[in-house]
Structure formats: C-alpha cells, structure tokens
C-alpha cells in the first residue's frame, strides 16, 4: 500500500505505507488510513516527528513494501518530503490530510 500526504501549503507527496503509518505514529496521531491533522495542531506534530526521527537517526527503516534487493534507506532521509510538507502546512497554517494513493483521479 501507498500513502498520500496532501495539504493545500504543498505539493502531495507519496510514502510506502508502513513507513507513513510509523512516521504518523511518531506525530501522536492513531495510524489510520485516511486521517487528517488539523492545522492548529500541525507545530505540535511536527515536532514530535522530529524529535522521533532524531531518537531514530542512522536506522534504516524497512517494511514489506521495500523491494529486499534496495539498499536500506536512513529513516532521516524518508521523512524529509514530509518534514518540508508540515512545515508549508504549519506556516500556511493549513491543514494535512493523508489516503491511501490513488494514481487514477
């Protein structure tokens, strides 16, 4: 499965689903697909992904969506698309949604 983050600060972008689903735990939001964060709530979320991708940095994270054959990706490097997109939502103060991606609407 694939997930889409979208807000209207931001271009959408598109994670691998268990890593999307840990990175919205790492927000303190439930791993829920769809889910949404309001954007009053947006600073805070961000910072607790921050901090949990810190408390994680240098492990590569891995799931059954990666293709065993890749070599491992540092979880730093996964969550910057989406660190760039809460920052937009946060100073547009707009809000984040997430689904599971759709590539025929």
Do not use: C
Request: no cysteine; hydrophobic share 45%; proline share 7%.
């Amino acid at each position: 499965m694939l997930i889409t983050f979208k807000t209207e600060a931001h271009a959408g972008i598109t994670m691998f689903g268990k890593i999307a689903l840990d990175m919205v735990t790492m927000m303190g939001h439930t791993p829920t697909v769809p889910g949404a964060i309001l954007a009053r709530d947006i600073p805070e979320a961000l910072s607790r992904l921050q901090s949990g991708i810190e408390a994680g940095a240098g492990s590569p994270t891995s799931g059954k969506d990666d293709d065993e054959n890749d070599p491992p990706v540092d979880i730093v490097h996964r969550a910057l698309p989406l660190i760039d997109l809460l920052k937009a939502a946060a100073t547009a103060e707009k809000n984040v949604m997430w689904e599971e991606a759709s590539f025929y609407n």
